[in-house]
Structures are given as structure tokens and as C-alpha cells.
């Protein structure tokens, strides 16, 4: 099983106390793959959104236009149907709505030929979370540049 991750969303694991992890298929438009395939692509502002009807839409992910896709480019911003089984969007919306928690893209990748998207069901992260963490991470990175020393 191959796997090629096309980009990920750093931002939230900084944001965001990540709770569970979901695959997503996504539902493009060819140009939108060819420019995947060239990496550029923005998950930094994504979200996920669900209708009425159940369904879950990827919202504010960025891909660029295709450069040799002319009259048939694809819009920028806009939003893309994420393909999950019904047990999958009923966990997710149970998050959202009873626990008021968020939604958001983690990576996006090929898998087998076939474009995936993580998403996360997260809690956001307070101030003195987000410091707590930095230290934490300050005071490995320091053990482990003290270890590599010796």
C-alpha cells in the first residue's frame, strides 16, 4: 500500500487537542487532482461542515488553479463533498452537535491512486494549553540535543 502525502495541516495540532481520526475520500474535478499531484494545496483554514441531509463538505481548503487547465479550471475555495460510510458521518455529527466539538483536515494524501483526507473530530486548545505545550516541546527537544551530545 502506497502512500503519498500531498500536504498537512501543522496548524492544528496546535490549535486543536486531536480526538479521533477519520479517512476520507473526496469528490474532485480533474483539474483539482492534477493540481494535487503538483502539492499545492492549503489546509491551514479547512474545516469540515455538514447539511441537513448528513453529508460532510470539506470548506476553506485552498488548491490552485491548474496551469494548463484553461476555460475548465476549477474554483479556488470551493467546497468538496467528503465520501465517509454512514456509521463514520453519524459519529462526526454526534461530535459536532452533542459535544460541540469541531471538525478539521489533517492531511490530504494519494492512496493507491486515489485521493484521501484525514480528518480529525478536536477540541480546541485555551492559551495556557497551547503554552503547556511549548514547554513540553521545548524541554524534549533540549533532553534529546543533550543525549545526542554524549
Given amino acids: 500500500m502506497t502512500i503519498k502525502i500531498i500536504a498537512s495541516n501543522k496548524s492544528a495540532f496546535h490549535e486543536y487537542e486531536v480526538l479521533d ?15 494535487l499531484r503538483s502539492g499545492k494545496v492549503n489546509l491551514s483554514d479547512g474545516w469540515v461542515g455538514f447539511t441537513p441531509k448528513g453529508e460532510a463538505w470539506l470548506k476553506q481548503v485552498h488548491i490552485s488553479p491548474y496551469s ?3 476555460q475548465f479550471n476549477h474554483h479556488e475555495n470551493r467546497e468538496r463533498r467528503l465520501l465517509l460510510h454512514k456509521s463514520e458521518l453519524a459519529k462526526l455529527i454526534d461530535a459536532v452537535e452533542k459535544k460541540g466539538l469541531t471538525v478539521v483536515p489533517l492531511k490530504i494524501y494519494f492512496k493507491e491512486g486515489w485521493v484521501k483526507v484525514e480528518v480529525a473530530v478536536a477540541r480546541g486548545k485555551k492559551l495556557h494549553d497551547k503554552r503547556a505545550d511549548s514547554k513540553e516541546k521545548t524541554a524534549k527537544r533540549e533532553l534529546a540535543r543533550a543525549f545526542r551530545g554524549r
Fill in 68 to 70: 494548463h487547465g484553461n
Fill in 21 to 35: 481520526r477519520f479517512e476520507a475520500g473526496i469528490e474532485l474535478q480533474g483539474t483539482e487532482v492534477k493540481s
